[in-house]
């Protein structure tokens, strides 16, 4: 039986950290595309209607993945996870209905917007993307108030096992919507930023330094600048969210063994097998205390003080993850600053190796970061579906053949993954469109 | 009439559109496939579906939601029953999916554009297919006395049963014969040659559906008979409205009138659809479960109508402009 379980897991994190890569630039992209197509409008510069068209190319290919995806999460909450379904299908019905209509004004539009580039007027055109972003944002807004209902189940009562006097409004809008929400969607326009302006540094790095490339990553780290250090406050917001209503997770999260008065704030502490403590620590007094309940002597209750069957298995994974996650961020909002510090000094941005390099990498891990986030989020969750209500392991389908059926979606993930790199390489390689000068730019690597 | 049973009317209507619109995507993978070298019938099958078929897909989803909001228990069960063939499903939605975003020149003839046409046509084959058959076993065991083993489980539900592969393969037969009733009706007034072209197959495909459904009625008389006893008399008049709206449209293909084929193939199709429904309602899975045995609580009932009102007044208006932006077909390659 726990084979089954984990076979199920496993098929569930697989699709949706593959999911997670298409949601981001679903959400991301399109707020690129926007911005690009915009400025051409104002400035009347071929460069940005050229990059508003090519990634509107390589949109186009990932939004219908990541609408394929999505289907198949939808259908495997009732394929793996029956009987969470039966319990919880009526009280968070109401924002998965709400994303079904988000994610068909987005089809209408998406459709309108790709198709639409030679029938509609330039200004018309742009004006068409606008519900891209304003939809795609709220497809990632209702299906996260979903999740934030699991991290902290309200809106309904236990009576014998049994849900009853439900309050959809009330289990949509718990108290972790706002902080969850927020950080999900400043996560997918982070990562979709420092993703793009990966691509073009690796282009400028290959020696295709022209007016194209520079307004790519200019616009991207624009955008960052603005967006990183918001991330930084939700990420806090968020943390507060989780000490009050996930005690567990959050002992988890910060790698708090024993209970603790003025806790501090573990820095590093990676957590090896064989060490009770973490590794590498280096410990801020006070300070965890004070990010967590704003007084410097709170109590952080510790990891150890939980009965066994209601922590989560998981926390040195949750730990690592989460260490990943924050350095990454904090990584990011350094470059970015990094950037427009020398940017301003030299006029048209910093285009030395280092830099060049350094942006190559931040694009890769700042999807890194998305997918440790929800690595936290759910694996500190565990053994709860739903937490303190609903075990995981009380949810998983009766049905045999999960190993089939998780091989089967493992594989087709591989081969998705590998033809739409391919195809994405192909819309994005060779000279723009609509630029008078053919340059051999090769703009996703 | 109570709340659960409008909304799965609603429910109804959802699938019925999903069933049309895309099944008619569906169709168009299929006549791709079997489009031999007729290359211009590949450019302007996916000329057509380019910017619609996304959000036909969206249909589905909506039909989930409701299915899983609204009737928790019957989803649930559906689930562990059919988790062989909807994962068969599912993969094929995605393979055709991105085989069909992928492919950048529908006309190409190098490998790799064969190769994801190839994928497209198989998965839209194989799409429709598992759906019709996982449809017709749920009718099958729905209307029989059997399959009450509990909330979450409804076992033997005959999906690889002989009825479940005669109306998989209905539903193939009518995905592509909207897709070509469709096809022809568009290209008529532009390209007669290809409306042509699209009319013979449309001739084709009109035949096999009125076999087939003959067929699937007598699988039913013989393996179904309880389901059989319900198609002959509750069920009866949409059986009627079925087999008159397919003789309809091979009649109006033969006369060329398209636009009265395309109808009456979208009419035909919408009658299998609430010909299954009426069979087995007011059952969703199995004897036990039913739109008022399964739906959630009253108040959850009511908010999601509510819910369900405002999201129709948004979504309807615009797949409306969706439509009328692209009801004409442009002749340029847009790209």
């Known amino acids: 039986m726990s084979g089954h379980l984990t076979a199920g897991r496993a098929q569930m994190g697989t699709s949706l950290s593959f999911h997670l890569f298409f949601a981001v630039l679903g959400v991301g992209l399109p707020l690129m595309m926007l911005v690009a197509e915009g400025m051409h409008l104002r400035t009347g510069e071929p460069t940005w209607r050229a990059l508003a068209r090519r990634w509107s190319k390589v949109f186009a290919i990932l939004f219908a993945v990541g609408a394929a995806s999505g289907t198949i999460i939808s259908f495997e909450l009732g394929l793996l996870w029956p009987r969470f379904m039966a319990f919880a299908g009526g009280v968070i019905g109401l924002p998965f209905s709400l994303e079904g209509a988000a994610f068909f004004i987005e089809a209408v539009f998406v459709g309108i917007y790709l198709y639409g580039w030679d029938r509609l007027s330039p200004r018309l055109h742009w004006l068409s993307g606008i519900p891209i972003v304003i939809s795609s944002a709220a497809s990632a807004f209702f299906i996260v108030t979903a999740n934030a209902w699991m991290n902290v189940p309200r809106g309904f009562s236990l009576v014998h096992g049994r849900v009853t006097h439900v309050n959809v409004l009330a289990a949509m809008f718990n108290p972790a919507w706002a902080t969850e929400t927020s950080h999900m969607v400043l996560g997918a326009y982070l990562a979709t930023t420092f993703g793009v302006a990966a691509v073009y540094a690796v282009g400028m790095l290959r020696g295709r330094r022209d007016a194209y490339h520079r307004k790519a990553i200019a616009l991207a780290l624009s955008v960052a600048a603005i967006l990183a250090p918001l991330q930084m406050g939700v990420g806090d917001l968020l943390g507060r969210t989780v000490a009050k209503n996930q005690p567990a997770k959050l002992a988890a999260i910060e790698g708090v063994t024993h209970t603790e008065r003025g806790a501090g704030l573990n820095i590093g502490g990676i957590p090896l097998p064989g060490h009770a403590a973490g590794v590498l620590n280096v410990k801020l007094p006070h300070l965890l205390s004070v990010l967590a309940f704003d007084r410097p002597n709170a109590s952080v209750r510790g990891l150890s003080t939980f009965p066994r069957a209601n922590r989560t298995p998981l926390a040195g994974p949750v730990r690592l993850a989460f260490i990943g996650m924050i350095g990454i961020g904090t990584g990011l909002v350094g470059l970015s600053v990094w950037y427009w510090l020398r940017r301003r000094r030299t006029g048209p941005g910093p285009e030395d190796r280092i830099t060049l390099l350094a942006l190559a990498g931040a694009g890769p891990l700042a999807f890194l970061a998305n997918e440790l986030g929800w690595l936290v989020s759910e694996f500190g969750r565990q053994p709860w579906i739903v937490y303190g209500v609903f075990r995981t392991s009380s949810a998983i389908t009766t049905a045999p053949g999960l190993g089939a059926t998780f091989t089967a979606f493992t594989l087709l993930y591989l081969g998705l993954s590998s033809v739409t790199l391919w195809g994405v390489r192909r819309v994005s390689t060779g000279s723009p469109d609509h630029l008078p000068r053919p340059s051999l730019s090769v703009a996703l690597r | ?335």
């Open chain 2, 1 to 335: 009439m109570s709340l659960s049973a409008l909304i799965a009317l609603v429910l109804g209507l959802c699938l019925t559109a999903y069933a049309i619109l895309a099944g008619a995507d569906f169709g168009a993978g299929i006549l791709d496939l079997t489009a031999g070298r007729h290359s211009s019938e590949r450019g302007a099958l996916a000329r057509t579906i380019g910017p619609l078929w996304e959000a036909n897909h969206v249909w589905l989803i909506f039909s989930i939601t409701i299915l899983f909001s609204v009737f928790p228990t019957a989803f649930a069960a559906l689930g562990t029953a059919m988790l062989a063939p909807l994962t068969v499903a599912l993969i094929a939605l995605v393979v055709r999916g991105a085989a069909l975003s992928l492919r950048a020149d529908p006309a190409g003839a190098t490998r790799s554009e064969s190769l994801l046409g190839w994928a497209f046509g198989a998965g839209s084959v194989t799409a429709p297919f598992v759906f019709g058959a996982c449809a017709g076993a749920v009718a099958q065991i729905s209307s029989s006395g059997r399959g009450a083993a509990g909330a979450t489980g409804v076992a033997g539900v005959p999906w690889t049963g002989v009825f479940a592969g005669t109306v998989g393969l209905l539903a193939v037969a009518l995905c592509a014969h909207v897709a070509a009733c469709f096809m022809s009706f568009r290209s008529s007034r532009a390209r007669e040659e290809l409306a042509a072209r699209f009319r013979r197959r449309g001739l084709q495909t009109g035949a096999a559906v009125l076999a087939l459904g003959l067929l699937a009625l007598l699988a039913a008389s013989w393996k179904a008979p309880a389901l059989w006893h319900r198609l002959s008399t509750t069920a009866l008049p949409l059986v009627v409205v079925g087999t008159v709206a397919a003789g309809l449209s091979v009649q109006a293909l033969a006369r060329r009138r398209y636009l009265v084929a395309r109808w009456a193939s979208m009419v035909a199709a919408g009658a299998v659809v609430w010909g299954w429904f009426i069979a087995q309602s007011p059952r969703l899975l199995g004897s036990r479960l039913t739109i008022h045995t399964a739906a959630a609580s009253p108040a959850v009932l009511s908010a999601l109508a509510i819910a369900g009102a405002v999201v129709l007044l948004a979504v309807l208006p615009a797949f409306y402009l969706l439509y009328a932006l692209f009801r004409r077909p442009s002749l340029e390659v847009t790209q």
